[in-house]
């Protein structure tokens, strides 16, 4: 084995060790006896629905997806890209953010279209996603003040040394980051007419013109009509879900979007799945909601293997699905 491969098994392994970690802090101190009661009394009725929700997300992001290929002269199967998007899900189960790797490579195969298009029209999604999820928290910090206020106390306040040290690792990384840009701008005459170089260049170039796929779109109100429904999806599959537990039926809709903010957090983080960190931090949000630590518990526990459990079913099926279906070599070549 390379040492390149030893460092991303160390690294994935390092990752997992994390997520146990905070999966750890946050289940310390609960009666394990009583959230086992909470899960087999739960209403499997709502997290069936919160589940359903979880696939109208699918198929809205993969039909959004579609739109932003079309400007490119692609036009895909659409049972390809959502099936792309849920296999990419199943793969950051396993490795943290190789999920938008994954649904590329993916795709690409299945409706030959070039990896680097497809993954600049990706980053162009996440981009307007984390807009979405800024102007979401904005907007629920206006409502949640005193809420937004008790979360981030008991945030700063944790014991942990992961968020002590958080602000002194971002700045080492931005610090290592300004370092490599002045190597790479001293030593760039060097490497311009290196194949490498002129690969990289190609792949930036099939990026840019992912990136700007946006200015073409023609389909522009199906767009932000599938962006819309992607995220009511999300916060329907959180909501709903609070009729789960006898303690959380009681949150009102606001609460369901502060408990969407907090648990997007959780999953943003570089832990497989979001695994222990949105269990933490969702329920310490829904701590300052007045639910007892042990109820928040439950209902990031129930929500979260809901959820897992959904992509790992549709993620298999859609994987065996694309990989036999017949490679699309007619309708979307560029023109």
């Not at 903010?261 to 222990?276: E, K, Y």
Request: aromatic share 12%.
């Amino acid at each position: 084995m390379s040492g390149g491969a030893v460092w991303k098994v160390a690294k994935n392994l390092l990752f997992l060790l994390a997520g146990v970690f905070l999966l750890y802090l946050a289940f310390r101190g609960n009666d394990p006896k009583k959230l086992l009661e909470d899960l087999k009394h739960a209403n499997y009725f709502w997290i069936a629905l919160s589940m359903f929700f979880g696939v109208v997300a699918f198929v809205a992001r993969g039909l959004r997806w579609n739109i932003l290929l079309e400007p490119m002269g692609y036009q895909p199967r659409k049972t390809s890209s959502v099936y792309s998007i849920i296999v990419g899900y199943l793969a950051n189960l396993a490795v943290p953010r190789i999920g938008e790797v994954t649904r590329c490579t993916v795709m690409s195969k299945a409706e030959d279209i070039p990896v680097d298009r497809l993954f600049g029209t990706v980053i162009l999604e996440r981009i307007i996603d984390l807009g979405i999820l800024f102007s979401l928290t904005t907007f629920t910090i206006l409502l949640k003040v005193d809420q937004f206020g008790g979360f981030f106390v008991d945030l700063i306040s944790s014991k942990t040394s992961s968020y002590q040290n958080a602000g002194l690792i971002v700045f080492g990384v931005l610090i290592l980051l300004m370092l490599g840009l002045i190597v790479m701008y001293r030593l760039r005459q060097r490497f311009v007419l290196h194949p490498w170089s002129v690969k990289i260049r190609s792949f930036f170039l099939g990026l840019k013109e992912g990136l700007v796929s946006i200015k073409r779109i023609k389909n522009r109100r199906w767009f932000i009509f599938h962006t819309a429904m992607i995220w009511l999806s999300y916060y329907l599959m959180t909501w709903v879900a609070f009729y789960a537990i006898n303690e959380t039926a009681g949150l009102g809709m606001v609460d369901g979007l502060f408990i969407l903010v907090v648990g997007g957090f959780g999953m943003a983080a570089p832990v497989q799945g979001g695994i222990g960190a949105y269990h933490l931090i969702v329920s310490m949000g829904m701590g300052v909601l007045g639910v007892s630590s042990l109820s928040g518990l439950s209902y990031a526990t129930i929500v979260h293997t809901s959820q897992t459990f959904l992509v790992l079913v549709t993620g298999l099926i859609s994987f065996i699905l694309i990989s036999v279906s017949p490679k699309n070599t007619n309708e979307n070549k560029k023109t």
